[in-house]
């Protein structure tokens, strides 16, 4: 069997098919949702090379599809994205069908995923930005509604992703003409600045994050945040691969200063923001660009205990934010105008929800028992022997996020005279104590969960050494 | 030479005319020659065939745009005010200046003709401020196809990937795609 063939053109046309059969939408929910976590399972069971498979691997596959000279290569990091992106699909679709949503993410959202494991495994690397953007384009599909208000964010995120791949393709033809000779000192400088520029287009550094607040605000929860929580992580994993592939740009200070630097810009223009929302969707919007600058300072830090740090910041944000996004549907369901005010007596109306949305939301700041902790505490370690005075940075940006979620604590315990109580059904409540266990057990037993998520860097055999 | 010369003063002045005008289809038209004049510039460096692909896809989507604003009623939009037209042409001069001076220095970085890189840069520029002086998806739109026709003259010099010239292509209509859904043309099936 092939692998690019199973998780990336099958999905692909799964896809398409799902898109006839739409008018039966609810057993295209199940089909999707059965089909991710058949593709999981499948990559669970399967070897990419049968010297190094374990016991459980009974299932081998040829890593490489060719197509006209170009192809799709699945490697260890690409197999770990499968697992994780295709999870996260499947437990998507599952609660669209849980609840009972209809969302363009059914099916678009297999085309999406496969698109983004393409940008991963597509060599030459230099397509990657032209899929990336094909990925960008289904997914405004997905998350816009011609029929609404205003789709400006959506616009925005078209923009800005459209600018920055050219800027990408171009270092692309740079390191690529560096593969036949040794590149020098002026065109690295060059590569640089352009990779640079593109990922900056691409990961929303400021001030090209308006994109991200503005999506979570107008578009729904439902579309908007799986969007929002992915679409970063790719960029992200797309970052190490590049740096991973061309020896001159790993070695290259000045990129890990760069990252350094846009990291805590993200970190810190994100927290002063989230702290002034008053609309709790943007609030969310702001938080998901503090999560990206945290994986960006982790790579910052150069050393293998650093690039593992990022692929433990995916799974707290992915953990983190799913639990929010999913609370955040259950409240919209309530409220019109998700106002932060709106949390006021939840915990009264509510104990699941209110005790739900505490932790994911201490889970983000990496308070202890969380799942935010054990990725927080070993970054704040291995950055401050990075800098000091940025670690102090991060540590006041942090600190700035836990006060906002102090003031929204205090707003979801508070008494107030409104008693009107959150219909929430025995099976969402089932559905929330499933959440608040996963985020607890994260905290609680990190290794179990985080290991399996190093995965997507140990693939990459020249950062992590 | 002289049909380069033609050219880098057709692009200053297409670029010069989708700034000011303010009807949708004059403003498709000046797309579509901008479209041509960069079909002009690959066929030189390019066999014709994967040339034709990047004009006849580009044309596509200005069709499929063209198609959706004649299906919809449009209102009549302001008209604008001369000094309005005025900062806009001059914004667009601004572009032009810059590309006209920074390009000798860009060649040393991309070693491409002077021409391809002076047309490339002034779509490129001018896109950009396209999308910023305007506020509608189809500005939106049209300002990201002049963008990338700025890049696609300069990139095609560089690089001659049949794969990427039909990557591209799926690009262009597909932004063109999302423009008309954006704009009511299609329906996806209703999401809500």
Do not use: H
Request: glycine content about 8%.
């Amino acid at each position: 069997m092939n692998a690019p063939l199973i998780w990336i053109i099958f999905p692909l046309g799964l896809s398409l098919l799902l898109l006839i059969l739409r008018k039966n939408y609810f057993l295209s929910c199940l089909i999707q949702a059965g089909a991710s976590f058949i593709l999981v399972s499948l990559a669970i069971f399967s070897s990419l090379d049968t010297v190094s498979s374990s016991a459980s691997q009974i299932i081998e596959v040829n890593p490489v599809f060719n197509f006209l000279g170009r192809s799709l290569v699945i490697d260890k990091s690409v197999k770990t994205m499968i697992i994780i992106f295709y999870s996260f699909l499947g437990a998507w679709t599952s609660s669209l069908y849980f609840f009972k949503i209809k969302s363009k993410i059914v099916p678009l959202g297999l085309a999406f995923i496969a698109l983004l494991l393409s940008t991963l495994s597509v060599e030459p690397f230099l397509y990657s930005a032209l899929i990336l953007e094909i990925a960008v384009i289904i997914s405004v599909i997905m998350v816009t509604d011609s029929s609404a208000l205003s789709n400006k964010g959506a616009l925005r995120y078209l923009i800005y992703f459209t600018i920055g791949m050219p800027f990408v393709l171009l270092a692309g033809w740079y390191l690529a003409g560096g593969e036949i000779t040794p590149v020098n000192e002026e065109q690295l400088i060059q590569a640089t600045l352009l990779l640079g520029l593109g990922f900056v287009f691409w990961l929303g550094v400021f001030p090209f994050q308006s994109w991200i607040p503005l999506i979570a605000e107008e578009n729904r929860s439902t579309e908007s945040l799986f969007l929002l929580i992915l679409m970063p992580v790719s960029v992200v994993v797309l970052l190490l691969k590049y740096l991973n592939g061309f020896v001159w740009l790993r070695e290259y200070l000045i990129v890990y200063q760069a990252l350094r630097l846009f990291g805590l810009i993200m970190v810190v223009t994100g927290a002063v923001w989230a702290f002034f929302q008053k609309n709790f969707n943007r609030m969310i919007g702001y938080l998901l660009i503090v999560s990206t600058g945290m994986m960006l300072l982790s790579v910052s830090i150069k050393t293998t205990s650093g690039f593992i740090l990022s692929s433990y910041f995916i799974f707290s944000r992915l953990s983190s934010f799913f639990v929010l996004s999913w609370l955040l549907f259950l409240l919209t369901r309530e409220y019109e105008n998700m106002d932060i005010s709106s949390l006021q007596s939840l915990f009264l109306k509510s104990p699941f929800a209110g005790f739900a949305i505490l932790l994911s939301m201490f889970s983000i700041s990496g308070m202890p028992f969380t799942s935010g902790f054990p990725a927080m505490q070993a970054f704040y370690a291995n950055f401050s022997a990075e800098s000091t005075i940025m670690n102090f940075g991060v540590i006041i940006s942090i600190g700035i996020i836990s006060i906002l979620f102090l003031r929204i604590n205090f707003l979801v315990l508070s008494r107030f005279n409104d008693t009107k109580t959150i219909s929430i059904t025995q099976s969402e409540k089932a559905f929330l104590m499933l959440l608040i266990l996963l985020l607890l057990l994260s905290g609680l037993i990190p290794n179990v969960f985080f290991p399996g998520f190093a995965g997507i860097v140990n693939g990459y055999e020249f950062l992590v050494k | 030479m002289f049909l380069n010369t033609g050219l880098i003063a057709f692009s200053i002045l297409a670029t010069g005319v989708i700034l000011l005008l303010e009807d949708w289809r004059g403003r498709l038209a000046s797309v579509s020659i901008i479209q041509l004049i960069g079909f002009i510039l690959i066929v030189q460096i390019w066999p014709i065939a994967l040339a034709s692909v990047k004009l006849i896809s580009g044309l596509m989507g200005i069709a499929l745009l063209s198609t959706t604003f004649l299906a919809k009623v449009r209102e009549k939009g302001e008209t604008l005010i001369t000094s309005s037209r005025v900062f806009r042409l001059m914004m667009g001069a601004f572009g032009w200046i810059i590309v006209t001076a920074t390009v000798q220095r860009l060649n040393a970085w991309l070693p491409i003709s002077y021409t391809n890189l002076f047309i490339g840069m002034v779509f490129f520029f001018s896109g950009i401020l396209y999308i910023s002086l305007r506020t509608s998806t189809l500005d939106t739109i049209l300002g990201l196809l002049v963008f990338l026709e700025g890049f696609d003259v300069i990139y095609s010099s560089l690089e001659g990937s049949a794969l990427v010239t039909g990557i591209y292509g799926i690009v262009i209509i597909s932004i063109c795609l999302t423009g008309s859904y954006l704009e009511g043309g299609f329906n996806f099936g209703g999401s809500e």
